[in-house]
């Protein structure tokens, strides 16, 4: 019932998987860096496992744990964030994409992971155009989109990027916000929409952060749960016969109704702006 619950090792976790679930582990270099975890009373973990996801949504659908020795619950850390935005960019496929769902935000397993997959489709999001709101710190604002927040890393910003994000996601889980989290390569952030030229490029990764309502219990029997791959622009419909009938007005009413309010978005979006100023 909060974002932040502790880890239970009683209820299901990556450590009680099958072993041929690992596909393979990803070590970071210590040569080029390790990022800490959020507490640096705690151990760094070292590496990330990737495992295959059961339900998958999309092919190679796969999780991303580090290391799950650690038991670390399902709150977003500096390794973490830093690790996704690498697999991005280390991916030879512009349509890898990853993301993150909090505790509230349709996350199934308090074991902190997340989720990687291929949509060979381009999404609108990779070029959206932003309102700046702390361009010092890279902290955007999405437009003419589902509420949300932008950042943008290349390869050479990516340990920047990855704390700044991190005390986004920190803020959201002491105050109790649920979110969601969406990385997909796209264009760096513009005022106004992109050309095809820029859109092309896609040479970094777009980092959209949503804070939303929190929803707690079993996932509803809905046409679909409102997590990463829906505030992105991807629809996973659990039958052809809601796909089938499902407008745009609709799909728009649903998504609206997990989001924050306009007014509690806009206080939210300044505390978040004054937080990194200040940070």
């Known amino acids: 019932m909060s974002i932040k619950q502790e880890f239970n090792a009683k209820q299901f976790n990556f450590n009680k998987i099958k072993h041929d679930e690992i596909i393979f582990e990803m070590i970071k270099d210590k040569k080029g860096g390790s990022p800490l975890t959020n507490n640096a009373e705690c151990p760094q973990p070292q590496k990330m496992v990737v495992l295959v996801n059961v339900s998958p949504l999309e092919f190679g659908h796969c999780l991303f744990v580090p290391d799950p020795a650690h038991c670390l619950p399902q709150i977003l850390t500096k390794f973490a964030i830093h690790v996704g935005i690498e697999a991005v960019l280390l991916s030879s496929d512009p349509g890898f994409r990853v993301g ?142 809601d796909f089938e009938r499902m407008t745009e007005k609709d799909v728009v009413d649903v998504i609206q109704s997990y989001l924050l309010p306009e007014d509690e978005f806009h206080q939210l979006e300044q505390q978040l702006t004054e937080h990194l100023l200040c940070s």
């Open 100 to 241: 993150f769902n909090s505790l509230g935000a349709f996350a199934s397993v308090n074991h902190l992971h997340l989720h990687g997959y291929y949509l060979d489709h381009p999404l609108k999001i990779e070029s959206k155009p932003v309102k700046p709101l702390c361009p010092e710190k890279g902290f955007y604002r999405i437009l003419d989109f589902p509420a949300g927040f932008l950042f943008y890393a290349e390869s050479e910003e990516v340990e920047k990027v990855a704390q700044t994000i991190c005390e986004v996601t920190d803020f959201l889980v002491n105050n109790n916000i649920a979110h969601n989290l969406f990385l997909t390569r796209g264009s760096p952030p513009c005022v106004q929409t992109q050309g095809e030229k820029d859109f092309c490029s896609r040479k970094g990764v777009r980092i959209a952060v949503w804070p939303r309502i929190s929803c707690f219990g079993a996932k509803e029997e809905s046409a679909f749960n409102v997590a990463l791959c829906e505030l992105a622009g991807h629809l996973p419909f659990k039958s052809k016969k």
